[in-house]
């Protein structure tokens, strides 16, 4: 985070077998499941509709308005990872479009998760090449400052570290240390059996209020029904 100028090449990814179990599921199951953390600022936002991804981070460290270090950060792609960018400074730029979307994906990227400007909306969208940031912006940028690519990086006040795993879609973005994917994958499917079995009670007409035993301590509050 504190790093400029510096590319690390040798990262751990989160475990390759849970990263793809991880992918069945959504956003707000993971965060719930991982006790409500690691969730991204919701103004992070994907630039087409049914947007999603899953993959695990390479990071990159921007300069406000200069979109060199993802450039740099492409070399270090492997299949199934996803870009991660966050910014010195707040930036709305048009950091990335069609050629970068391109190029990553010829390395194997599911998408891109930029604190900044995104463009070439329409082509990434026929593409189907998923980016979620902060702006759409048709303004450019520069090559001329250096950044970092994989340090650890603040994206729309979530830490991200390289090998973390990104979960993306509608709902927004959540970031799952690598250390806890194993976890959070058990927790996720948990939580999912349970809400299925819920979802069946519902459908038949039972309340909220009996299925999670609201009744008790909303009358012990006082809440009173008047006729």
Request: net charge negative.
């Amino acid at each position: 985070m504190h790093e400029l100028g510096v590319v690390h090449r040798g990262m751990e990814r989160a475990d390759h077998a849970a990263v793809e179990a991880m992918s069945r599921f959504g956003v707000a199951t993971v965060h719930e499941a991982m006790g409500r953390l690691g969730l991204m600022r919701p103004y992070i936002r994907p630039v087409y509709e049914g947007a999603k991804l899953c993959g695990t981070a390479v990071t990159v460290l921007l300069q406000p308005g200069d979109n060199w270090m993802l450039h740099v950060a492409a070399e270090q792609v492997r299949e199934g990872d996803v870009v991660v960018a966050g910014c010195t400074t707040e930036s709305e730029d048009g950091f990335f479009g069609e050629l970068l979307a391109t190029s990553l994906r010829a390395r194997g990227a599911k998408g891109l998760v930029i604190d900044g400007g995104c463009r070439d909306v329409d082509e990434l969208r026929q593409m189907d090449f998923p980016v979620f940031s902060r702006a759409i912006n048709a303004k450019g940028t520069v090559k001329a400052t250096l950044g970092s690519v994989n340090v650890p990086v603040v994206v729309a006040n979530a830490l991200v570290n390289p090998g973390d795993v990104i979960v993306a879609d509608a709902d927004g973005v959540v970031v799952v240390p690598a250390s806890q994917a194993v976890a959070v994958v058990e927790a996720a499917a948990r939580r999912e059996a349970a809400e299925e079995g819920k979802r069946e009670r519902f459908a038949e007409g039972e309340l909220g209020l009996d299925i999670y035993a609201m009744r008790g301590p909303l009358a012990e509050l006082g809440l009173t029904y008047v006729d």
